[in-house]
């Protein structure tokens, strides 16, 4: 008799709108089964239900076990992490920090305790540094902590081109670094449209708008939807990383990963464009910046690290 082959396992903590859509876009696409929890007690069961209900019509026989209960994520391949609270108008994403570092810390441990092998994905604000937290409270190298931030800002960014210049999506490739937040750094001389620098086919004041409108491009949301935060985009930044991941696909995806001196920065995680496998970040592809984009990206990361000491100081250096 032959016996089914196993689907891998892809575990999200937090069952809000970006956990859920993630969810979603992952067994839509048959990529793999999904555990999908939450501490509110029937969230994840009756989102996971929903979800499951639409397979008969959209043709998925992938499963989503929606639990209240960490030993679920065993064996999972990837941990993606959307638990904590969003941002509300007029809150930045390091008005976050306190309230988020907590529960991103008792998430790491459980993450620790039942999928040691597994690849991180943090995608809670202020990202780049719950990113830190998972990082030093798993343990894990840093090649499987793998924060999501750069693809959405870059995506962000190339929306706003083909909008700007009414061209298909499909030609333009955009790429953002840094932070996750105003200090984020869209780069022009790596930005294209067919082929075409961005510099040649946008004027410098509309480049400027956009570049600004991109490092606000999820504060504009949270201003036009009042009581909710993006949850789309993420979703779908999200799952193009795990697709690199559990396909081996050595996607380049601009991601948040620790630094060991690339670009001049260490112990920080900072948005630069990284190399995806099935191992995680194969390798940190390192770009010939110009004095000004070096300048910004040491700003970003600079704001990251002040971002770090606080962190530190809250958790009294992570000490258990």
Do not use: C
């Amino acid at each position: 008799m032959r016996i089914p082959k196993k689907r891998r396992k892809v575990s999200i903590i937090g069952a809000g709108n970006v956990g859920a859509t993630t969810a979603q876009k992952i067994v839509e696409n048959g990529l793999a089964d999904v555990v999908l929890l939450d501490i509110r007690d029937g969230v994840a069961q009756g989102k996971s239900l929903d979800i499951l209900e639409a397979g008969p019509l959209m043709g998925f026989d992938t499963r989503i076990t929606g639990t209240g209960h960490y030993e679920e994520i065993a064996d999972s391949s990837v941990v993606v992490v959307t638990a904590g609270f969003s941002r509300k108008p007029g809150m930045s994403r390091d008005d976050l920090l306190h309230k988020n570092g907590e529960i991103i810390r008792d998430v790491a441990l459980n993450i620790r305790k039942f999928a040691p092998d597994s690849i991180v994905i943090p995608v809670t604000n202020p990202m780049d540094l719950m990113a830190y937290v998972l990082w030093r409270v798993t343990g894990f190298p840093r090649e499987r902590v793998i924060g999501m931030g750069g693809a959405l800002d870059s995506s962000r960014f190339a929306y706003f081109l083909s909008e700007e210049t009414r061209t298909s999506v499909s030609n333009i490739h955009s790429l953002v670094m840094g932070g996750h937040g105003d200090q984020m750094v869209p780069l022009l001389d790596f930005s294209t449209i067919a082929g075409v620098p961005v510099r040649k086919m946008v004027p410098p004041d509309r480049l400027e708008a956009i570049v600004q409108r991109t490092r606000h491009g999820g504060a504009e949301i949270v201003h036009l939807m009042k009581d909710s935060s993006a949850y789309f985009a993420p979703a779908a930044a999200t799952y193009s990383m795990i697709e690199s991941i559990l396909h081996d696909r050595h996607r380049i995806i601009p991601s948040s990963v620790l630094l060991e001196g690339e670009y001049g920065i260490s112990g920080s995680f900072v948005g630069v464009p990284v190399r995806l496998g099935n191992q995680g970040l194969e390798e940190v592809v390192v770009l010939p910046l110009s004095p000004e984009e070096s300048s910004q990206l040491a700003h970003s990361a600079g704001v990251i690290a002040e971002g770090i000491s606080a962190l530190k100081r809250l958790f009294n250096d992570f000490s258990e």
